[in-house]
């Protein structure tokens, strides 16, 4: 990853970031550069998957109502770990 792509990660708020839901990847998902389906949907622009903004799951398919998505987890710094709860 680029100095100017952390630059733009590390800008954002954490709690507004996305990053790629994919496990071999956790790539950090530009929403400037990497969004779709009107800001709702995050590509991948290393391993090319979608992922939902809202709940950081698998991006969904058209049609798909908020309460079929599942929440979104918030990720806090807390003593060094990281907590991650489903608000």
């Known amino acids: 990853m680029a100095y100017s792509d952390k630059l733009t990660e590390h800008s954002i708020p954490t709690a507004e970031r996305l990053y790629c ?4 990847c956790k790539r950090f998902i530009n929403p400037k550069l990497d969004m779709k389906r009107g800001g709702k949907v995050g590509t991948c622009g290393q391993c090319g998957e979608n ?37």
């Open 21 to 24: 839901y994919n496990p071999q």
């Open 51 to 87: 992922t939902c903004k809202r709940c950081g799951q698998k991006g969904h398919m058209f049609g798909v109502s908020q309460q079929t998505c599942k929440f979104p987890i918030v990720v806090e710094m807390s003593g060094g770990r990281i907590k991650a709860d489903l608000v």
